[in-house]
C-alpha cells in the first residue's frame, strides 16, 4: 500500500487540534456515600460543574492520513487510542478542535446492538440494520455471515438466543456481523484477538479484504505483531499526546524501547 | 475515485506535497472533507431518519420480545401482565375504596382498566424515554444512526404493548356489557394522536435524561402525580364538583385525561359525551402535533452532543 500515497496524496481524516473531555457523574472523590455526595454538590468547585469529575482522555492530537494508508495506533492502556478512534468516527464530540473526514468512517463493532436475549439469527439481522444495511442486503450475506461465523459447525445455534453461546461463539458472530459491511474509512479496535486459531486466520483474511475496499484503515492493538502486519503508518499515544507518528518500523522500535520489550 | 498509482514512484518518508502550508481547515475544503459528526439540517435528518425506519421497527420488536426471553411462560406475560395489572387496581379502587361516584359497576370497571392501560402507555414511554439515551450509551458510541431512533424506537416498543394491553381491555369491556360496535374505531385514531403525543415527550425526555441521568430517579414520583391528577381511578368533573370550575378544567385537558376519556368513550357504552370536555378531539390533535413537533425539533438540536460522557 505504501506506494499508493507518494503521488497526488489525497487526505482522507484530518484530525486538527482534537481535544477529548469525558465527565464522570459522582467521581469526584470521598467515601461515596450519600453525605460525601450532598457534600459534593455544596462544595462548589472553581467554576467547575458541581458533582462531576472530568477526565482529559485525548489532549491536542493533529495528523492527517492519506488514502491507501493502514494506520495503528499504539500505546498502553488508557493512553486515549479508542477515544480518539470514536471520535475520528464521529461518534465521541470533541471538546475543542475539529476532525474532518472523506465520508463516513465507521467503527467495525456491532457488540452494543446486540441483545443476548435474542437468537443468533435475530441479532444477525438486528446488526446489520443498525450498521446501516438494508433488509435486502442482509438477506443476502445472511448465509455468508452465518457460514464465516461458523456457528452452525457444531450444530444448529444460530435459532438459540445468544446468551447460551460460549464467549469465543458470540465473539466470532460479532465480528462475522460487523465485517459483513464494506466502508470508506474503516477502523478496528483490537477486533483480530476473536475465537480460535481457525478463525482468527480467517477473519485477518477478511480484514486484509475490507483494507483493499476501504479508502484508510485504523487499527488498534497491543500486538506489535499484527500491527507490523498490517500496517505501514504508526501514531503513538500516551497519555492522550501524540507522543510519535511515522513509518511503523521507527515508531514501533521506540515504542519497544520505552516499554522494554 | 481516480486511482492515482503511478508506477516507479519512489517512496519518500516525507514527499514533497503542493498541499504544504495549507490550514488544516483549508486542506478539508480543498478536499471536500466534513467535519466529522456534525449535524445535519432538519430535513435531512428526517431523510435520515427515514432510512433508518427498518432498524427502528427491528429494534423495538426485539426489545420487546427480549423482554420476557427468560421468563418460563414467555410472550404470554404481554398479555398476563396487563391483566395483572387491572386486577390490582380493581381490588383496590374496586372493592376497597370504591372511587366510583356518580358511575355503574359495568362503566366503572372498564373505565378503571382503559384508565390505567393508556395512562401506562404515556408513563413507561416518558420512562423509555429518559433512559433512550443515557441508558444505551454503548450504542450511541458504536454506531452511526440519527439519535432520534432510539427514543422513538421505545415509544414504538411501548405502542406494541399497549396493542397486547387492548386485547385485555376488550375482554373485560366485553364481559361488562360494553359490545363491540362503530364507535370502537374511534379508538384507532385516538391511539394514533397519543402516539405522537408520547413520542414527542419521550424526545424531550431523552434529551434532558442524557444530560441528567438523575431524572431516570424523580420521574416515577412525577409520573404518579399525574397519574392521580389526571382520573384514572375517578372521575374528574365529579370528584371535584365542590371545588371551583377552573381546577377541573385544567385536570381535563391534560394530555393525559383527554387522551383516556377519547378512548373511553370509544369503547364504554354507558360512558356518553356528556362526561367529556368540549372540543375533546382538536385538544387532543393539537397536543399531538405540538409536543410531537416541538419534542423533535428539541431533540435534533443537540444530536450532534449525545454519547459525550
Known sequence: ?261 | MSDTTHDGAVALSTPPSVDDGLSPAGLATKYGLTVSGARPGLFEYVRQLRGRRHFIMAFSRAKLTAQYSQAKLGQLWQVATPLLNAAVYFVIFGLILGTKKGMEPEVFIPFLVTGVFVFTFTQSSVMAGVRAISGNLGLVRALHFPRASLPISFSLQQLQQLLYSMIVLVAVTVGFGSYPRLSWLLVIPALVLQFFFNTGLALIMARLGAKTPDLAQLMPFVMRTWMYASGVMFSIPVMLADKPAWIADVLQYNPAAIYMDLIRFAMIDGYGSENLPAHVWVVGLAWALLVGAAGFVYFWKAEERYGRG
Open chain 1, 1 to 261: 500500500m505504501a506506494e499508493d500515497n507518494t503521488a497526488g496524496r489525497i487526505p482522507t481524516v484530518i484530525a486538527d487540534d482534537v481535544h477529548i473531555v469525558y465527565r464522570v457523574n459522582g467521581g469526584g472523590g470521598g467515601k461515596g456515600g450519600a453525605t460525601a455526595a450532598l457534600s459534593r454538590i455544596l462544595r462548589r468547585g472553581k467554576g467547575e460543574e458541581r458533582g462531576v469529575r472530568k477526565v482529559h482522555a485525548v489532549r491536542g492530537v493533529s495528523f492527517t492520513s492519506y488514502r491507501g494508508e493502514a494506520i495503528g495506533l499504539i500505546g498502553t492502556n488508557g493512553s486515549g487510542k479508542s477515544t480518539l478512534l470514536r471520535a475520528i468516527a464521529g461518534l465521541l464530540p470533541t471538546e475543542s478542535g475539529k476532525v474532518y473526514t472523506d465520508g463516513q468512517p465507521s467503527l467495525l463493532g456491532v457488540n452494543a446492538a446486540l441483545m443476548s436475549d435474542l437468537t443468533g439469527e435475530r441479532n444477525v439481522v438486528l446488526g446489520g440494520l443498525a450498521m446501516g444495511m438494508s433488509r435486502e442486503e442482509i438477506r443476502e450475506r445472511y448465509q455468508s455471515i452465518v457460514d464465516f461465523s461458523g456457528i452452525n459447525e457444531k450444530g444448529d445455534f444460530i435459532t438459540l438466543p445468544m446468551r447460551t453461546y460460549s464467549s469465543g461463539m458470540a465473539a466470532r458472530l460479532r465480528f462475522s456481523i460487523a465485517a459483513a459491511k464494506n466502508h470508506d474509512v474503516l477502523m478496528i479496535d483490537e477486533a483480530l484477538a476473536t475465537g480460535d486459531r481457525k478463525f482468527q486466520i480467517r477473519s485477518e483474511e477478511r480484514i486484509r479484504e475490507l483494507r483493499k475496499e476501504a479508502g484508510t484503515v485504523f487499527l488498534v492493538s497491543h500486538s506489535n505483531k499484527s500491527i507490523r502486519d498490517t500496517c505501514d503508518r504508526v501514531l503513538w499515544l500516551e497519555r492522550g499526546e501524540l507522543l510519535m507518528d511515522g513509518p511503523t518500523d521507527e515508531v514501533l522500535k521506540a515504542y519497544e524501547r520505552e516499554t522494554g520489550k
